[in-house]
């Protein structure tokens, strides 16, 4: 597992500059409008999306799982605990096919446990329907 910071910045370049410096790591996923990072130490998967008019600096935070048991233990645990929000399975969005569960925290803030489980996604790949662009949208955190 790894945590996963997900931030609206005003200039991804700089942004990428800033956080390659910061972790001395490169990113994993450069996109238009979108990059990430999968950083082993500390282990954080750092999303960056160019969202200059984004009311809110932090977009929403996760946790990266790497097996489809662990994001059903995830749902169950969410779903028996009253807070299970949303369940996609097989959603292309943020650039790669996912499974993933949400729950919103009382004050809207919106936390996503998730398995990549195709990062091959290309930018010729349909991924900007209303459908799916929505859960890598600034809006997720505000809904």
């Keep these: 597992m790894r945590l996963q910071l997900a931030l609206n910045v005003n200039n991804l370049n700089e942004a990428i500059s800033f956080y390659s410096k910061l972790f001395g790591a ?5 996109r238009q409008g979108y ?4 950083i082993e130490s500390p282990p954080l998967k750092l999303v960056l999306f160019e ?7 932090l977009n929403h935070l996760g946790v990266e799982v790497f097996n489809t ?5 995830a749902k169950n645990r969410l779903s028996e605990a ?3 929000d949303e369940v996609q399975l097989n959603e292309t969005c943020c650039h790669a096919t996912q499974d993933k569960v949400w729950s919103r925290e009382p004050q809207g803030l919106r936390w996503e446990w998730y398995l990549i489980t195709d ?5 010729d790949t349909p991924h900007k329907t209303a459908e799916t662009r929505r859960c890598c949208s600034s809006a997720n955190s505000t809904e």
Aim: aromatic content about 4%; charged content about 30%; glycine content about 4%.
């Design 82 to 84: 009253g807070i299970l």
């Design 69 to 73: 048991e662990q994001v059903t233990v």
């Design 119 to 123: 990062d091959t996604i290309t930018d």
């Design 26 to 30: 490169e990113p994993h996923k450069i």
């Design 51 to 57: 969202n200059p008019e984004a009311p809110e600096r």
């Design 35 to 38: 990059a990430n990072f999968s």
